[in-house]
């Protein structure tokens, strides 16, 4: 705990309580619809994923490349697919209803631009020990991206046999709907974090998606932060069933955003353009401006490293930082190498043994 001269017990308790997860819980409402992890079989979880299916736009032949593209490179275990074909990751979902008041995540991104030509996009993903899938996917009406998904909110356990067979890896197909951080080939980069639950801007003449289908909307729409921010600007984002998130975007130019849904309108925190970083953890920039450190220890570590290298990391410091921020439930964390196009992906605190993938090393789908 973080501890000062003044009611020290009290005022580190805060600030943890701020940071840390306190509830977990067993199921999560992804993009509006309920899913349970551990009763994938049931009649109603069958309805949900059918839903989603009837988004994916696949033949036969594709479907079959994508399932047996499927391979496990991790004990944790990570799982990696290469998505054949096209998805519908726009289609609106029903009217938006609010978040749940006390599902929490904890997570840690942040964005450094020190040096402009590497500029780098750290995650930790801090949640419960579910399976995880990097995703490899290249429509044809958008662009390519590398993507990370905790395929639990498919139905699927650690030590499923599902991921056996083609028949049990069926509910990878609508892992492009889920994305919980990715990059594109034009280095736009995206990820969340919880924060707590406020009152989300809804306006009645736009479409509704959910929380991580807009993140699929950006990485395959959006070009760079501006686009993202226009493409986000004309949807309501649905937080039903799970924690209401912020999101940290940015782009290999330097510029960054952090958008957060708070009272009636959405509010857009950009980057610092003379700090050459920006960050954010599990609580709102909006409101706490100049006083941010005292929110969160992470987002404090986060800030006294930034400022001391002027953004300025190489892959190595930004593992160091995400080691030094991890907590007992960090499940993974990824640089982003957004100018080298290169994910490094370390499961399970295992910051010395990162794996590293390009977002077209793979084969890719012909568009």
């Given at each position: 705990m973080i501890r000062s001269n003044q009611q020290p017990i009290f005022r580190s308790f805060n600030v943890a309580r701020r940071c840390f997860v306190f509830v977990l819980f067993a199921s999560i409402a992804v993009q509006g619809l309920v899913i349970h992890a551990q009763?994938?079989?049931s009649s109603d979880d069958s309805q949900g994923l059918s839903s989603y299916a009837s988004r994916l736009k696949q033949t036969e032949k594709q479907k079959t490349k994508s399932l047996e593209s499927v391979k496990k490179i991790h004990n944790h275990p990570?799982?990696?697919m290469t998505y054949h074909g096209d998805y519908d990751c726009q289609r609106p979902l029903a009217e938006p209803t609010g978040a749940d008041q006390d599902q929490q995540w904890a997570c840690s991104i942040f964005f450094a631009f020190g040096n402009k030509d590497k500029p780098l996009y750290g995650r930790n993903f801090d949640w419960q020990n579910n399976p995880a899938l990097l995703l490899f996917t290249d429509p044809s009406d958008g662009y390519a991206s590398i993507s990370m998904v905790d395929v639990s909110y498919l139905g699927y356990s650690?030590?499923?046999?599902?991921?056996d067979t083609n028949e049990g890896r069926t509910n990878l197909l609508i892992a492009p709907m889920l994305p919980f951080d990715g990059m594109n080939?034009?280095?736009?980069?995206?990820g969340m974090a919880a924060v707590p639950t406020v009152?989300?801007?809804?306006?009645?003449e736009k479409p509704t998606v959910g929380s991580l289908q807009i993140i699929r909307i950006m990485l395959d729409k959006a070009k760079n932060v501006d686009e993202a921010l226009e493409l986000i600007k004309k949807h309501n984002v649905q937080f039903s069933g799970g924690p209401q998130i912020h999101y940290l975007m940015a782009d290999p130019s330097g510029a960054?955003?952090?958008?957060?849904?708070?009272?009636?309108?959405i509010k857009i925190i950009r980057g610092d353009s003379k700090a050459?970083?920006?960050a954010a953890t599990n609580f709102h920039l909006t409101g706490n401006e100049g006083k941010e450190a005292k929110q969160c220890r992470r987002f404090a570590q986060i800030q006294n490293l930034m400022k001391g290298k002027k953004g300025n990391l190489s892959i190595k410091d930004?593992?160091?930082l995400l080691r030094n921020v991890s907590q007992r439930t960090t499940r993974w964390s990824v640089v982003y190498d957004m100018k080298g196009q290169t994910a490094h992906v370390a499961m399970s605190r295992k910051f010395n043994k990162p794996l590293e993938y390009k977002i077209k090393q793979i084969e890719q789908p012909k568009k």
């Open positions: 009763k994938s079989d990570l799982y990696m650690r030590k499923d046999k599902k991921f080939e034009h280095g736009l980069t995206i009152k989300n801007p809804t306006e009645k960054s955003a952090v958008v957060e849904f708070k009272g009636d309108k050459k970083w920006q930004t593992f160091n």
